[in-house]
């Protein structure tokens, strides 16, 4: 027989987060910093164990500060793109770092909770309803055991792609894609302070990639558009090219679509999205960290100034242009890959090295400036490559 306390807190001056994630801890961080009394919600006994190795440009460091640095467990300095026997070389001026998701998780738990946000672990979001006095979450604990109800006057969906409070709140179900990793053994020849890319269309529309998280092992993976087709490539990958998968890491990532308005009101309060939930992710790589973060830094200016600011607007610019990117690139047949890289001369992978791929104006209009062809070959497989439609993740 299942016991149920039911337990209510009516204090509605309160600024809920479900989900510990990255971008919702982040979110706590800085709106108890500016005073709010903040509770964040998660759903497991302990925050997300499931390791994943990432790599962020160095913006990571900008828009954190100190903060992330002990998640950091290599710094990559070159990155190798491989298409048809082809190859360029990309020396970069700041380091890329690669980032252990769950030493930053636990990192940013910590300094969130120095700034006065109370952390509630075992909470599991199972729906909200509101009225004149606030926003009313009724929450489970321990696999079901007890239920209750907590009241929040504002609350932030920091509870992943499939968030239970954003279908909650009367959001859509957002696209995702299948991501796949192996940890292998990195080749003989291969330096730890380098990231392998490959561009295969035949596997994927996206690319494998090699990240180094160590001076002998590092990850193997790629984005694919079905999650079983996905594993196989990345086994035949494997095999191709003679690796041993050690253990496989996966998870699904939001495909960016569309902007999505962050914000919904209600009688009782404002509901929030941020971080995957929202759909920050850079579709043009599918990248969320950095853009996960700065939607946190907007969503936090926004709840703190009673608007969203400049933040979220120039973060809408930004995946607006890798939207435009990636609808370009994602129907490329090997021999675009390979003119794209021939088109790489010496000034073009001048300002790749100088800017990052979290500039992606900056990029383009560099790139453009310093060959020209680039903009006719956009142009050209803008026209002719086809329509890019995600798929969306399951009801």
């Known amino acids: 027989m299942k016991l149920t306390d039911t337990h209510t807190n009516k204090n509605t001056n309160v600024v809920g987060i479900v989900g510990g994630s990255v971008a919702g801890l982040f979110t706590g961080l800085l709106l108890g910093r500016g005073g709010r009394r903040v509770k964040v919600f998660e759903g497991g006994k302990d925050f997300d164990s499931r390791t994943r190795t990432l790599i962020v ?58 700034s006065g ?15 004149g006095d ?7 604990g321990n696999g079901g055991s007890f239920s209750e109800e ?12 499939a968030s239970r409070v954003a279908r909650a709140a009367g959001w859509p179900v957002q696209p995702t894609a299948p991501l796949m990793q192996a940890i292998v053994r990195l080749p003989a020849d291969m330096p730890a302070d380098t990231t392998r890319v490959w561009f295969i269309p035949d596997d994927t529309p996206y690319f ?6 160590s ?53 009782g309060g404002d509901v929030y999205l941020v971080g995957d939930a929202a759909g920050h992710v850079k579709v043009s790589t599918v990248g969320g960290i950095v853009t996960g973060l700065r ?25 607006d242009l890798h939207l435009l990117i990636r609808r370009v690139i994602h129907n490329f047949t090997q021999a675009h890959y390979s003119h794209l890289v021939d088109l790489l001369n ?32 956009g142009l050209r497989a803008l026209l002719t490559g086809g329509g890019f439609a995600p798929r969306r993740a399951a009801a």
């Open 134 to 140: 606030g926003l009313a979450l009724h929450l489970e």
């Open 346 to 377: 010496a000034r073009a992978r001048k300002e790749l090295e100088v800017h990052t791929r979290d500039e992606p104006g900056r990029v383009l209009w560099r790139l453009c400036l310093q060959q020209p062809r680039f903009l006719l070959f």
């Open 215 to 267: 001076p002998t092992r590092g990850v193997l993976g790629l984005i694919g558009e079905d999650g079983p087709a996905t594993r196989q490539a990345l086994e035949r990958f494997c095999g191709r090219r003679h690796f041993d998968p050690l253990e496989y890491q996966a998870a699904r990532i939001p495909i960016y679509s569309r902007w999505t308005p962050i914000r919904r009101r209600f009688d």
């Open 295 to 319: 939607g946190a830094q907007g969503v936090a200016e926004a709840i703190l100034n009673g608007g969203p600011g400049r933040k979220l607007r120039a973060l809408r610019r930004e995946l």
């Open 117 to 131: 946000v109370e952390v509630q672990l075992g909470r599991r979001f199972v729906s909200m309803n509101s009225d």
């Open 57 to 114: 440009t160095s913006r990571m460091n900008e828009v954190m500060g100190d903060l992330g640095r002990a998640a950091c467990v290599n710094e990559i300095n070159r990155f190798e793109l491989f298409t048809d026997g082809r190859v360029a070389k990309i020396a970069l001026r700041q380091p890329d770092l690669v980032i252990e998701r769950t030493r930053l998780i636990r990192e940013l738990a910590a300094a969130a909770q120095v």
């Open 208 to 213: 494998y990639w090699l990240i180094p998280h």
């Open 150 to 161: 907590s009241r929040v006057k504002t609350l932030v969906a920091a509870d992943g792609a």
